[in-house]
């Protein structure tokens, strides 16, 4: 089976069929952008089909895995600069409430954002899977391929770590 060449397209096909929805899965899930998730799929498997003839049948799979997790890494790496750039902008929203308050809203948000991004990357999709998808631990533990003891320990130490942040934050 390894001696197949994922450059016959009926193989690269077959190699897509099998691993594109586990591989969109687990993008979607990390990065919880549908949209974002679908690019990041085609273009592994478009890296996949330009490298076809260094890229061994065998390790199909882990070559699109890896190239999707990297260029998610990239993403996140951007999207926490433009979030730096963002909170330096002048916010011109008019809002009724004092400006101190506002003030400290802010200041906890950022800090609180902060903190979840600073989660290790297992507890913070955990973490993120169950309070901003409302998905189960039997669930997130089926996306994840782990155990819903996994799930649970981890988003354990994710609500842990940020209720010692939380306290700081005070």
């Excluded at 890229?55 to 600069?81: D, E």
């Excluded at 999709?125 to 409302?134: G, H, N, P, Y």
């Amino acid at each position: 089976m390894s001696t197949k060449s994922i450059c016959e397209e009926r193989v690269y096909t077959a190699v897509f069929k099998e691993y594109s929805l586990s591989l969109f899965n687990y993008l979607y899930y990390k990065c919880g952008d549908e949209s974002q998730a679908k690019d990041l799929m085609q273009d592994a498997f478009l890296k996949l089909w330009q490298n076809c003839k260094s890229v061994p049948f065998a390790t199909a799979r882990g070559f699109v895995f890896i190239t999707a997790n990297n260029a998610l890494m990239n993403v996140f790496k951007h999207n926490q600069v433009k979030l730096k750039f963002n909170n330096t902008v002048d916010n011109t929203e008019v809002d009724n409430q004092s400006p101190a308050f506002l003030l400290e809203e802010q200041e906890f948000k950022t800090r609180l954002e902060a903190a979840i991004s600073a989660l290790p990357e297992k507890q913070r999709v955990v973490f993120l899977m169950s309070r901003i998808d409302k998905k189960t631990y039997k669930e997130i533990g089926e996306l994840l391929s782990i155990s819903a003891k996994a799930v649970e320990k981890r988003m354990y130490l994710a609500l842990d770590t940020l209720r010692q942040v939380s306290k700081k934050i005070k």
